[in-house]
């Protein structure tokens, strides 16, 4: 079993910047790529942004020149450095990693989600 722990969301005004951090523990042999997704009230669940491993990224084009996601591999936590947020970045943000677990077994883990809310 797979235990994802996020922390950092908030309220914030527009313009201003958060950091998201996600920490993975449990039965993890391997990680392929940890990243953030968000899930808009009456929209479905968007990817926000991914790294790899050996440190590709992938980002969502409303965040490109925003968002930084960033990882630690020694201690399985992924990183999102959000600036310049704007109100359509309101979401609950949710954690995800994919890899292989001791038993050899495919992981897609979520975590609970952390609420980010831009308003003035």
């Known amino acids: 079993q797979v235990q994802l722990v996020e922390s950092g969301g908030g309220l914030v005004q527009p313009g201003g910047s958060l950091r998201l951090s996600c920490a993975a523990s449990?039965?993890?042999?391997?990680?392929?790529?940890m990243g953030w997704y968000r899930q808009a009230p009456g929209k479905q669940r968007e990817l926000v942004a991914t790294i790899t491993s050996d440190g590709t990224t992938n980002y969502a084009d409303s965040v490109k020149g925003r968002f930084t996601i960033s990882r630690d591999n020694a201690k399985n936590t992924v990183y999102l450095q959000m600036n310049s947020l704007k109100p359509e970045d309101t979401a609950p943000y949710y954690c995800?990693?994919?890899?292989?677990?001791?038993?050899?077994?495919?992981?897609?883990?979520w975590g609970q989600g952390t609420q980010v809310t831009v308003s003035s």
């Open positions: 995800n990693l994919r890899g292989t677990s001791i038993f050899l077994r495919t992981l897609d883990s």
């Open positions: 449990g039965s993890i042999f391997r990680i392929s790529a």
